[in-house]
């Protein structure tokens, strides 16, 4: 007591206590001069190849205390742009969502007018560039028009060079701007504030107020009910910084009209037409018409899968999110029906059935082996002509029980048995036209009749 009342406030001598990292300060220092941003797990590696044994936590105490960010962190002007002038863009990740038995990545991009706070916001599977060209499509009509500047970080969609004052834009978004008359604005690498309205915003709100213990079915109610959740509550609630409600701050007569004419912004792809009549997309196969198997057919898609042939759309599919599915018209069905059966139809085929019940059971067989049908029926009909109807018929039968089905398989067997009956080649008619009727052979009995009756009378 005595000790207080003759001095309140006695000073204490501050007590130090040595540290594992005393002796290494200096290098310490020196890699952080070297790199400044360098994290302590890395200057641990480094300061142990020297000897030291200190714990981890030591050196992120130790980089607390003397980081120059740490010390001095940086400020910030805030910016408030005039109503109309500037809109802030930027993508968030928000998981996965199932499709069956497996998964397709969720992004939404979040548009925010920064003067009045609107938020217009979409939810895609991809980043690509005419996905990001689509949602600002759609964000643009919300807004009643688009902004003079869209402010972006440096996303490969937007920009493909960023050094100092020297900005490339992508080709194909200086391309879509154009008609809008947006004039595109980078920040500068490393610095989130720049985009701060939407990168601090939007996106934090979307991920803690609309995402969390959100229930739905499919991905086009969670699109609905970002919808929803947009209208009622993010453009309604009073925002903080402005202390105004976004829907009553927000000027639709200051931005600018939109252009009569905007673009598709569908992904393309260029497929195949493959066997199948199908080609691949998205990872899943969309049916085409038999008869654009083995054409270059261009795909463009969007919320639905549309196959194109010489400029002209041949098929039109809704889009699905499931991976390895199969998707047809019952009108390709029927088509591919009809085009199997095409074949049978031709006259080769009627005059090689039109010999007996053995050459259309060998049709039969013949149809799902290698060789093309028509090819293999058309050989079989020159060797019915070189070798005789009834040699052919046997030949078939023979083949038959062996399983050997094929032209070649025939052919051997009728220059086995026998010799051909002729050798030269039928006659060959200049109307072309009239060379691929076949007619029975003649009879000699018929000839020798109607010489007879000449003679008598």
Not at 135 to 140: I, N
Not at 263 to 290: E, I, L
Not at 363 to 381: F, H, I, M, N, W
Request: with cysteine; glycine share 4%; net charge positive.
């Amino acid at each position: 007591m005595h000790k207080y009342l003759d001095n309140p406030t006695p000073h204490r001598p501050l007590i130090t206590k040595a540290s594992k990292l005393d002796p290494f300060k200096d290098d310490m220092q020196r890699l952080l001069d070297i790199a400044p941003t360098v994290s302590a797990m890395v200057i641990r590696q480094r300061l142990e190849e020297q000897g030291c044994q200190g714990a981890i936590t030591l050196g992120r105490d130790s980089l607390h205390r003397v980081r120059p960010s740490a010390q001095h962190p940086p400020a910030f002007l805030r910016f408030d742009s005039p109503p109309g002038v500037q809109c802030q863009i930027d993508w968030g990740h928000f998981g996965s969502l199932a499709y069956g038995n497996t998964t397709r990545k969720l992004y939404c991009l979040a548009v925010v007018a920064c003067q009045s706070r609107m938020l217009s916001l979409a939810l895609t599977h991809s980043q690509r560039q005419e996905t990001w060209h689509r949602c600002l499509l759609h964000a643009f009509p919300f807004c009643q028009g688009p902004p003079k500047a869209l402010v972006h970080d440096n996303m490969l969609t937007a920009v493909i060079e960023h050094h100092g004052p020297v900005v490339r834009c992508n080709e194909p978004f200086l391309e879509f701007r154009r008609p809008c008359q947006s004039t595109p604005i980078a920040c500068n690498v490393g610095q989130p504030q720049e985009n701060g309205n939407v990168e601090q915003g939007a996106i934090p709100s979307i991920r803690h107020t609309f995402w969390p213990l959100r229930e739905f079915t499919h991905f086009d109610d969670l699109q609905a009910q970002a919808k929803d959740w947009r209208d009622q509550g993010a453009n309604r609630r009073v925002h903080r910084t402005t202390g105004w409600r976004p829907i009553e701050r927000f000027r639709p007569e200051a931005l600018r009209p939109l252009p009569e004419f905007l673009p598709a912004c569908r992904d393309h792809a260029v497929a195949k037409g493959h066997a199948d009549f199908s080609s691949q997309c998205d990872g899943n196969t969309y049916a085409a018409p038999p008869w654009a198997i083995g054409k270059t057919l261009p795909v463009k898609a969007a919320h639905h899968v549309t196959l194109y042939f010489q400029d002209k759309a041949i098929a039109t599919h809704a889009r699905c999110g499931q991976r390895t599915q199969r998707l047809a018209l019952p009108a390709h069905r029927q088509a591919a029906q009809q085009h199997q059966q095409r074949p049978w139809r031709s006259a080769d085929v009627a005059a090689f059935v039109s010999l007996g019940e053995g050459a259309k059971d060998y049709r039969e067989r013949l149809a799902p082996t290698q060789p093309p049908l028509q090819k293999s029926v058309k050989k079989l009909l020159e060797l019915k002509d070189d070798y005789g109807t009834q040699a052919l018929l046997e030949a078939l039968e023979r083949a038959s029980q062996h399983r050997a089905y094929g032209a070649h398989s025939i052919e051997n067997m009728l220059y086995q048995a026998m010799t051909p009956q002729r050798q030269h080649p039928p006659v060959r008619l200049q109307q072309q036209h009239r060379n691929p009727l076949r007619l029975d052979a003649p009879s000699v009995a018929e000839f020798e009749t109607c010489i007879l009756k000449r003679s008598r009378s």
